[in-house]
């Protein structure tokens, strides 16, 4: 499962990069690509409940971050 929610985790880091690490407004951003690696490892263990979480947060950082980039680009 490593291409899930990929190409939004690759245009969340290009964006991070691009932008002030200390910058408040990229809150979510941040939030999200830092615990790609993490959720993603989460989502693929067995058991469906530790699984459906994994996912379920990899999805509400994923939309927190594009609606926080989107926003950011204007």
């Not at 691009?18 to 951003?29: F, K, L, P």
């Amino acid at each position: 499962m490593p291409d899930y929610r990929t190409l939004d985790y690759v245009r969340c880091r290009q964006f991070l990069e691009s932008r002030s690490a200390g910058d408040d407004q990229i809150r979510n951003i941040k939030m999200f690509v830092d615990n790609w690696a993490a959720l993603v490892l989460a989502s693929e263990t067995q058991n469906y409940i530790d699984h459906k979480r994994a996912l379920d947060r990899l999805d509400a950082l994923a939309s927190r971050a594009a609606a926080e980039r989107l926003q950011l680009l204007g």
